[in-house]
Every structure is written in structure tokens, then in C-alpha cells.
């Protein structure tokens, strides 16, 4: 089956400009959450969703930065006027359940990343 | 606050050789703990995960890690590497079992030598 899928695989822009970077999860999954990973460094949590409700942007670093899932499925992830320190892989990932309530059993797929470069 | 650390960014075995790869975690409530692999231009994938049942867990591919408290530790261990086994491993911490989001430690490059 389809897993999560990520596009553009590889996003090089110049400094300044706007990008959106765009998550597909695994059909029915509920819960969706963007990371981004630097180079020699673990994921680290930005924002995520469940159905089209964001729940929680505490780590998205500044205002430059949002996201959205209007339909509860397909999210964006968008940079406006975009800096070298943006450049990273941005990672999705989706989950089956509702996020956020303690003891329920889940597993967060990761999509393949997108390489995002400003030049 | 929970955080990880992963004791060396890259470990190299040679083929048949134990693997063992650290995982130190802290963690203000009962943490539930994972593995994650990454291989060449793929997503991660989870490997096992520690959700307060059994300490020992065992996941995919022949990999298995024990929850020790009393360390506040999560080491993978696999008792013979193969070639294949050549990735990069996180280590992931959160207060629920994936239900949330998780805080990775900075990753092990794992280079299995023939």
C-alpha cells in the first residue's frame, strides 16, 4: 500500500524566495506532524495536526513558518522569504489515531523528506 | 522535558559482529521510547518501540533493546551484523506511546565492514 509521500523530493531556491513543501499521508490517518532535520542532527518537531485542526505550532521557529491541512488530509508546509538557515530535510509523518491523549497505542510513518536548499 | 542522547555519532562493526548502539534518555514522566532506521533516501522506519510492558523489546530484523530505569538507558543490540544493517539509527523519546510528537537524539552512523 501507499505510504506517506512528500513532494518535491529535492527544493533548491535563492534566499528570499517562498516555498511550499507539500505532505500526502496514508489514507485514513488522522494525526499528521512536520519535522525538520538539520545536517548531522535528529528530527525535531514542528507542528502538527489532527483532521484539519492544528494542535500544536510550539516548534515552528519563527513566523516565516506555517502550515495547514484544510481538508483534514494533504497538508502544506509553507516558508515565505526563505533564509540559508532554513535549508534542512523537512520530514512528515502520519499516524492512524488522534495525537495527543496519553495511552493510546500508535506508530508515526515518516514520509522520505524534502531536501529544501537556499542558496 | 524529555531529551535524548545518543552516545557516537558512528559506529563500525564488521559483518557477524555484535552490534550495540546507546540510547540515554531523560524524562520528567514514564517515558515510552523508540528506534527509528533510516536507509539511503528512504523515510524512517520504526524499528521497535518501549510502550511500559515487557523491558526487552524486540523489533525488526533481528533487533532488540531493553528499557533499563535504573540507567535511564534504551541500547539496541543485534547479535550478529550484516551488511545490510548499514544505516542511520534514532533514538526517540515522548510521554506517550507515538501519539505525540517525539524528541529524536542526533542519530548513529552504523557501517558494517565485510
Known amino acids: 500500500g501507499a505510504g506517506v509521500s512528500q513532494s518535491p523530493r529535492y527544493k533548491v531556491t535563492k534566499r528570499g524566495q517562498d516555498v511550499a513543501l507539500r505532505c500526502d499521508p496514508i489514507?485514513?490517518?488522522?494525526?499528521l506532524y512536520w519535522y525538520r532535520q538539520a545536517l548531522g542532527q535528529g528530527p525535531e518537531f514542528l507542528t502538527y495536526?489532527?483532521?484539519?485542526?492544528?494542535?500544536?505550532k510550539s516548534g515552528l521557529p519563527n513566523d516565516r513558518f506555517s502550515a495547514e491541512r484544510p481538508e483534514g488530509s494533504i497538508s502544506t508546509l509553507t516558508i515565505q522569504r526563505t533564509e540559508q538557515r532554513d535549508s534542512a530535510m523537512y520530514r512528515c509523518?502520519?499516524?492512524?489515531?488522534?495525537?495527543?491523549?496519553?495511552?493510546?497505542?500508535?506508530?508515526?510513518?515518516f514520509g522520505p523528506g524534502t531536501r529544501l536548499t537556499v542558496l | 522535558a524529555q531529551s535524548v542522547t545518543q552516545l557516537g555519532s558512528h559506529v563500525s562493526v564488521s559483518e557477524g559482529a555484535l552490534v550495540l548502539l546507546r540510547c540515554n534518555y531523560s524524562s520528567s514522566v514514564p517515558p515510552y521510547l523508540f528506534w527509528y532506521v533510516q536507509y539511503p533516501n528512504q523515510g524512517l522506519q520504526l524499528l521497535l518501540k518501549y510502550t511500559s510492558a515487557a523491558t526487552l523489546v524486540k523489533g525488526i530484523n533481528g533487533f532488540e533493546a531493553e528499557f533499563k530505569k535504573s540507567e535511564t538507558s534504551f541500547h539496541l543490540t543485534k547479535p550478529s551484523a550484516h551488511m545490510s544493517d548499514a544505516a542511520e539509527y534514532f533514538c526517540a523519546v515522548s510521554f506517550n506511546s507515538g501519539n505525540t510528537p517525539l524528541v529524536f537524539g542526533k542519530g548513529t552512523r552504523l557501517s558494517v565492514i565485510a
Open positions: 489514507s485514513g490517518h488522522v494525526s
Open positions: 509523518a502520519s499516524s492512524l489515531f488522534s495525537a495527543g491523549g496519553r495511552g493510546v497505542e500508535d506508530t508515526q510513518y
Open positions: 495536526f489532527n483532521y484539519e485542526a492544528q494542535q500544536d
